[in-house]
């Protein structure tokens, strides 16, 4: 498995552990966190795909 997608994966987790947090203070929604965690994935993918080549 390639060591960057591991590393997106770990960021992913760790962002979510995060954004969780900040939800409960902010009190988002669950729409909004899922736009937040959608937005991350596409942003992540795009970065990845960039280092592929």
Same mark, same amino acid.
């Given at each position: 498995?390639?060591? =960057?997608? %591991?590393? &997106? %994966? @770990?960021? /992913? @987790? &760790?962002? /979510?552990?995060?954004?969780? #947090?900040?939800?409960? +203070?902010? #009190? $988002?929604?669950?729409? /909004?966190? @899922?736009?937040?965690?959608? /937005? $991350?994935? %596409? +942003?992540? &993918? +795009?970065?990845? =795909?960039?280092? %592929? #080549?």
């Amino acid at each position: 498995m390639d060591s =960057g997608l %591991i590393l &997106l %994966i @770990f960021l /992913a @987790f &760790l962002f /979510a552990w995060g954004l969780n #947090r900040v939800r409960r +203070a902010l #009190r $988002f929604g669950p729409v /909004a966190y @899922f736009g937040v965690m959608v /937005a $991350f994935v %596409i +942003a992540m &993918l +795009a970065i990845w =795909g960039q280092t %592929i #080549r």
